[in-house]
């Protein structure tokens, strides 16, 4: 094929990625050396937690070209899926309702989006048949190999990689998907976003419930309530629980707090509309979920990834760090003896908690009462 052959394939390319409905595209190559140093000591600290597979594919995963031998290119694309209706603030701020991250109330978007990618795969084979009989190798990903995705995108032009380590566009904010076709032909490249525009504003560092960002550009996996509540098998260390608050899937603070998300578009995508049993749903009626109601309920969602166990665990923090209510507490008791061991070690966490509350509570309105019945003014 010619030079002016592949400008209009790129160009057909962005064209058919609108189509299927992806909001942005650009071509990268696979270079990703000026990565490597800062993959590299990111596992050194250890930031990865448990897990493993970041480390075992070691540099494989800023080498793109290991991944499909003969690679050239990766075409990087973007869909947005902040639902109309949100609701952030009003979930986060009552303690009987759990928070999931806005990415997870839908349909899993690995689904969504890897099947257009594959769509799109497969018309630039057809448009290469069409003009030399030659179709190359390509193979579309999304968060579903050893890949960074986000300097690659970051590269592709798609925005700049944030403090929080997100990637950051001028006109849609952080809450997108990215997914990435990689591709054996010597496509035309698109120019990086110039530079990064954070500035001077710290406020995702800031915010963040557990001081996950470590420093600029740095997450410690340990730490972030996204890690903690979906990729952690294991119990969630008793220094973070406190700090969850009603966050039971995922996290989106520093994306919220996020100046750039005053622009973030409204997904129109039916897929990544809320299921209307994981919005704004209350605590005590996902905690009644059978196995089997979980399984239901979460049939095609991401959630369902994380099993019923660690489902169970986030919800038993959730419900420790929510009201002392007689509901509450007879809802976990009745669930302890049953309970697999690391579920049954956070109903007792949880409930010792609630416990302690349940005496703070009662400590304050004894000192309020004494304090009417004086007439004193009342510091409780
Ligand atoms: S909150 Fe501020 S520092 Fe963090 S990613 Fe957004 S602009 Fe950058």
């Not at 403090?163 to 076709?181: C, M, P, R, V, W």
């Not at 309530?225 to 973070?240: K, R």
């Not at 809320?274 to 905690?287: I, K, M, T, V």
């Not at 007879?330 to 302890?336: F, G, I, R």
Request: proline share 8%.
């Amino acid at each position: 094929m010619s030079t002016p052959e592949f400008q209009q394939l790129a160009h057909d390319i962005k064209l058919w990625a609108s189509e299927l409905g992806f909001d942005q595209v650009g071509i990268t190559d696979t270079d990703l050396s000026l990565e490597e140093p800062r993959l590299q000591a990111w596992l050194d600290a250890g930031h990865h937690g448990s897990m493993d597979y970041m480390a075992r594919h070691g540099m494989m995963r800023a080498r793109p070209h290991e991944l499909l031998p003969g690679t050239l290119r990766v075409v990087s694309v973007r869909r947005n899926y902040l639902p109309f209706e949100a609701g952030f603030a009003a979930t986060l701020r009552d303690p009987t309702l759990g928070y999931i991250s806005r990415y997870a109330l839908g349909r899993d978007y690995h689904k969504v989006l890897r099947n257009r990618l594959k769509q799109l795969g497969d018309r630039i084979e057809q448009r290469c048949r069409e003009l030399c009989q030659v179709t190359g190798e390509w193979r579309p990903f999304v968060d579903s190999a050893p890949i960074l995705e986000r300097p690659l995108a970051a590269k592709a032009g798609l925005g700049w990689i944030g403090k929080h380590s997100l990637l950051l566009n001028e006109s849609a904010g952080s809450f997108f998907f990215l997914g990435e076709l990689l591709i054996s032909l010597p496509l035309p490249l698109d120019a990086p976003v110039e530079k990064e525009q954070c500035g001077k504003c710290v406020a995702c560092i800031n915010i963040c419930p557990t001081g996950a960002i470590v420093a600029p550009y740095v997450v410690d996996g340990r730490r972030c309530i996204s890690y903690l509540t979906i990729e952690n098998d294991g119990p969630i260390p008793e220094e973070f629980r406190p700090l969850m608050g009603n966050r039971i899937y995922g996290c989106d603070d520093c994306q919220l707090i996020c100046p750039w998300n005053r622009y973030a578009d409204v997904s129109p995508e039916p897929d990544f509309s809320p299921r209307p049993n994981l919005h704004r749903p209350p605590l005590l009626a996902l905690w009644r979920w059978s196995e089997s109601e979980f399984l239901k309920h979460t049939e095609g969602s991401p959630i369902r990834r994380i099993g019923y166990q660690r489902w169970r665990r986030n919800l038993a923090v959730a419900l420790g760090n929510g009201p002392a209510t007689p509901d509450v507490i007879a809802a976990l008791q009745l669930a302890q003896d049953e309970a697999e061991p690391m579920v049954a070690e956070h109903i007792a966490w949880a409930l010792a908690t609630l416990a302690r509350r349940q005496q703070d509570d009662s400590k304050k309105t004894r000192l309020l009462i004494r304090c009417i019945e004086k007439g004193l003014p009342d510091h409780a």
